[in-house]
């Protein structure tokens, strides 16, 4: 089983998450975040980090964040093709996801990936928990992603931390988070599976 965070994992748009985060702050009087502020403070879950950037209404501003989120297109990050290459080799594939069911299915429709996921979960407020009920008894299970808190809750729940460069966490935060893999393309998911893709469904 092959699980991925969405936003930084397979859409790359740290850039769409600080515009957006921006948009929140600005309406409320609070400074903006350059791409090194961004960086240092992203964290989740989203609701932490708002109380954090001092958001009085931090769950009406995680809402607003995941409106802008829909409202923009964001590239997906290389080698995708690759991650539904190992589907159609057996390799049970899903998005456990702290954005909104709207922001993440924008994305979905607009580069056409419907077909390549078995589960998405979005408005995760509990990753570890999300991570450990679609666990079940799969005899090996990989996370994908891009914070410190994907690798903690990876590593907690029994899966195999990968991280991905590029995103909204530092690869050494995320090796001090437990990351097992740092990647920079989903295609070298490949060479972790080996021969054993087909084994991982």
Same mark, same amino acid.
């Given at each position: 089983?092959? @699980?991925?965070?969405?936003?930084?994992?397979?859409?790359?748009?740290?850039?769409?998450?600080?515009?957006?985060?921006?948009?929140?702050?600005?309406?409320?009087?609070?400074?903006?975040?350059?791409?090194?502020?961004? $960086?240092?403070?992203?964290? @989740?879950?989203?609701?932490?980090?708002?109380?954090?950037l001092?958001v $009085?209404?931090?769950?009406?501003?995680?809402?607003?964040?995941?409106?802008?989120?829909?409202a $923009? #297109?964001?590239?997906?990050? #290389?080698?995708?093709?690759?991650?539904?290459?190992?589907?159609?080799?057996?390799?049970?594939?899903?998005?456990?996801?702290?954005?909104?069911?709207?922001?993440?299915? $924008?994305?979905?429709?607009?580069?056409?990936?419907?077909?390549?996921?078995?589960?998405?979960?979005?408005?995760?407020t509990?990753?570890?928990a999300?991570?450990?009920?679609?666990?079940?008894?799969?005899?090996?299970?990989?996370?994908?992603?891009?914070t410190? !808190?994907?690798?903690?809750?990876?590593?907690?729940?029994? !899966?195999?931390?990968?991280?991905?460069?590029?995103?909204?966490?530092?690869?050494?935060?995320?090796?001090?988070?437990?990351?097992?893999?740092?990647?920079?393309?989903?295609?070298? @998911?490949?060479?972790?599976?080996g021969?054993?893709?087909?084994?991982?469904?």
């Open positions: 089983m092959l @699980l991925f965070d969405w936003n930084g994992t397979v859409v790359l748009d740290a850039e769409r998450a600080r515009l957006a985060l921006n948009g929140v702050l600005v309406a409320r009087g609070l400074p903006e975040l350059d791409r090194a502020g961004f $960086a240092r403070e992203f964290h @989740l879950p989203m609701a932490d980090m708002f109380v954090r001092g $009085a209404d931090p769950l009406v501003a995680e809402g607003e964040w995941n409106t802008a989120m829909a $923009a #297109p964001a590239p997906l990050r #290389p080698g995708l093709e690759s991650v539904a290459d190992l589907g159609e080799a057996g390799a049970r594939l899903g998005v456990i996801s702290a954005a909104s069911e709207a922001a993440v299915g $924008a994305d979905i429709a607009h580069h056409g990936l419907s077909a390549v996921w078995d589960s998405v979960d979005t408005s995760v509990d990753k570890l999300t991570l450990r009920a679609r666990r079940g008894a799969e005899r090996q299970a990989f996370y994908v992603g891009d410190a !808190y994907d690798m903690r809750c990876a590593v907690e729940a029994g !899966y195999v931390a990968v991280a991905v460069s590029g995103g909204y966490s530092a690869v050494d935060v995320l090796r001090d988070a437990g990351a097992q893999h740092v990647i920079d393309s989903l295609d070298a @998911l490949e060479a972790l599976f021969q054993g893709a087909v084994a991982l469904g």
